[in-house]
C-alpha cells in the first residue's frame, strides 16, 4: 500500500475498515430486524466513503438521505455548527440512523441530535466511522468502527481543506500540513 507523503502513520488499514464495516451491517440488521424500513441520514462531506460500503453491506429495508453540517472551515478550529443541506422528507416516526464520519468534540453530532430529536422520529441512533479518544465527547455513540488517538486524521471521507478523502485508509496528518 502507497502512503501519502504528507501522512505521518496509518491507523487504520483498509482492510480493517472493510471488516469492521461488515460487523457494524451486521449489528445493524440484526438490531432493525424488525424495522419495515430504516432511514439512514449521512453527513456530507465526509462520512460518504463510509456511508456507501455500509448501505451496500445492509440486508434490512432502508433509505438514505443526506444532510450537510458545518463546523470547521478551512481550518483546526471549531466553530459554530450550521446546517447547510436539510432532509428531503420528515423523519416523524421514522427509525433514523445517523452516519457520521468522525467524533471529536462532540459539538456537531450533539448538534444535529437535538435537532433531529425535536422532529420525534421512532428512534434515533448513530453510527460513526472513528471517534477520537477524549475526555469532552460525552456524545452518545451507537455503534463505533474505531476509537483512535487525539491526532488530526484524514482519508476513507474524512480530509483536511478538502484534501486527502479518497485515501483507503485513515492515518494521521503530518503537523506541518495543517500547521502552515
Known amino acids: 500500500m502507497e502512503i501519502h507523503p504528507d501522512i505521518e502513520r496509518v491507523l487504520v488499514t483498509p482492510e480493517q475498515i472493510q471488516a469492521r464495516v ?15 424500513r430504516l432511514y ?5 462531506k465526509g462520512a ?14 432502508h ?9 470547521y472551515g478551512r481550518t483546526t478550529t471549531s466553530g459554530a455548527v450550521r446546517i447547510l443541506m436539510d432532509l428531503r422528507e420528515p423523519v ?14 462532540g459539538h456537531t453530532l ?11 422520529p421512532a428512534s434515533l441512533r448513530t453510527c460513526v466511522l472513528v471517534r477520537k479518544e477524549r475526555q469532552n465527547n460525552g456524545v452518545k455513540v451507537d455503534y463505533l468502527g ?9 482519508g476513507y471521507g474524512l480530509d483536511y481543506a478538502d484534501r486527502f478523502r479518497t485515501l483507503p ?12
Open 22 to 36: 461488515s460487523e457494524l451491517a451486521q449489528q445493524i440488521d440484526h438490531d432493525y430486524a424488525a424495522v419495515d
Open 40 to 44: 439512514i441520514v449521512g453527513i456530507l
Open 48 to 61: 460518504f466513503i463510509f456511508l456507501a460500503d455500509l448501505t451496500r453491506q445492509l440486508r434490512i429495508p
Open 63 to 71: 433509505v438514505v438521505d443526506f444532510m450537510a453540517l458545518s463546523s
Open 92 to 105: 416523524e416516526g421514522q427509525h433514523v440512523l445517523v452516519v457520521e464520519d468522525i467524533v471529536d468534540t
Open 110 to 120: 450533539d448538534y444535529l441530535l437535538h435537532i433531529l430529536n425535536n422532529r420525534k
Open 146 to 154: 474505531f476509537e483512535i488517538p487525539d491526532v488530526w486524521v484524514v
Open 169 to 180: 485508509y485513515v492515518a494521521e496528518l503530518k503537523r506541518q500540513v495543517y500547521s502552515k
